[in-house]
């Protein structure tokens, strides 16, 4: 129950933000990502295409490409796992039913989180322990415990919180970016 209101209140703020609030903070977030040691010198990073409301990923996905870095971004499958694609700015791209934003390309397998260097996550809120507030499919719960690479999740400021609610089976992140610059979990 503590989830389910505490995922009302974010979304509701979330979508309360102006087109040119979102475009700011995505702006921000991207040159405070590329400045990450662990991600100046990636070769490979996992990223979603962000919805609207969410922090936007597009300048950081085209400054990634830019700099030659193959990013992967998610398909959702109907098991609630996810599989993997190289993303390429060209490919056509289309909607799910969830409002989720999928680009074409040849699956590399729900295991291709393990060859990157660093996986950019969604997230609604992340507490001061890691612990990740999602829309509550576990769609990356299920995609992050089994790899072993530094997980970080993209934030408005307000989302990062001393506490969010959370269980036992809920992946933690240890870096999370908000416009505000990067918090590394202790």
Known sequence: ????????????RRRAMSAAERAEAADAIAL??????IVARARRVACYLSMQSEPGTGPLIAALHDRGVDVLVPLSLP???????????????????????????????????????VVIVP???????????G???????????????????????????????????????QMVVTPGGLFRVP
């Open 79 to 117: 098991d609630h796992t996810l599989d993997w694609v190289s993303f390429d700015p060209k490919a056509p791209t289309t909607t799910t039913e969830l409002g989720i934003p999928e680009p074409g390309g040849e699956r590399l397998g729900t295991d291709a989180l393990g060859s990157c260097d």
């Open 123 to 133: 997230a609604l809120a992340v507490d001061h322990a890691g612990h990740r507030l």
């Open 32 to 37: 405070h990502v590329l400045a990450t040691p």
């Open 1 to 12: 129950m503590a989830k389910a209101q505490a995922r009302d209140d974010l979304l509701t």
């Open 135 to 173: 829309r509550g499919a576990g769609y990356y719960d299920r995609a992050l415990a089994g790899a072993h690479t530094v997980s970080c999740a993209l934030l408005f400021s307000h989302e990062l919180m001393a506490e969010v609610p959370h269980e036992p089976h809920d992946v933690r992140v």
